[in-house]
């Protein structure tokens, strides 16, 4: 098994200030695509997020992380179980799932082992769903300062799997009967302060300050507030969400 990448225990409240939040019609399509509503898995959760949103749709959902500064500071839902656990050994039952979700997470896992682990632990017609999202569309000229940071300032301090998301999962191995599924958004209305403490959460920026001795925001920092005006000016952000659906046609 491939070593643990934790890229974000560090940053783990920062992580949970500085996220968008998943659409309600998201699950509420994953919950009507899934053979029965009894249980879900929720893996890599991070703050747990998806698996508050899978809560309303499903009678109990676990949620597991290898992360226990993750874990520790992820929010509590009488429905949902955490656990600290690989995802390639999760320990959970076999063919228990009726879904088992990744969000922004599945490009950090050993993908033949979880994909095993996947296989195992789903009932028969269960469903994988995995998801990632990268920049949001602001205005043209956020735009363009966020696509020099991610892309050149950040080029060289990606860990090698980041690319499957800052490629929105395209070439990411992915060996199930794969569903065409609908187009999804998040929408938030951050000011500047959340922009940057978005900024600070990825594993491309923690990189860069590891090995520079300086945040990278510092580089566009100035140009952003520029372009940004009033720093409690709260902006539309619309963020894409590149999602892969696929099912199992287990003997469970």
Known sequence: MRPFEDHFSRRAEVYVRHRPTYPAELYSYLASQAPHRRLAWDCGTGNGQAAIGLAEYFDRVIATDASAEQITLATQHKRVEYKLARAEDAGLETGSMALVTVAVAVHWFDFD????????????????????????????????????????????????????????????????????????????????????????????????????GYSPIELIQPQLKEEWGAEATKRRLDWKLPLRVGRVHGEF
């Open 113 to 212: 082992l979880f994909y095993d682990e996947v296989r195992r632990t789903l009932s028969h017609e269960g469903l994988i769903a995995v998801w990632c999202y990268s920049l949001p569309t602001i205005t043209p000229g956020i735009n363009s300062i966020l696509d020099n940071y991610l892309h050149n300032i950040l080029g060289g301090y990606w860990p090698d799997r980041a690319r499957h998301m800052i490629e929105e999962y395209r070439a990411l191995p992915f060996p199930f009967e794969e569903l065409k599924v609908p187009s999804f958004t998040m929408i938030t209305h951050w000011d500047l302060f959340q922009v940057l403490g978005f900024l600070e959460s990825w594993s491309g920026t923690a990189r860069f300050e590891e090995k520079k």
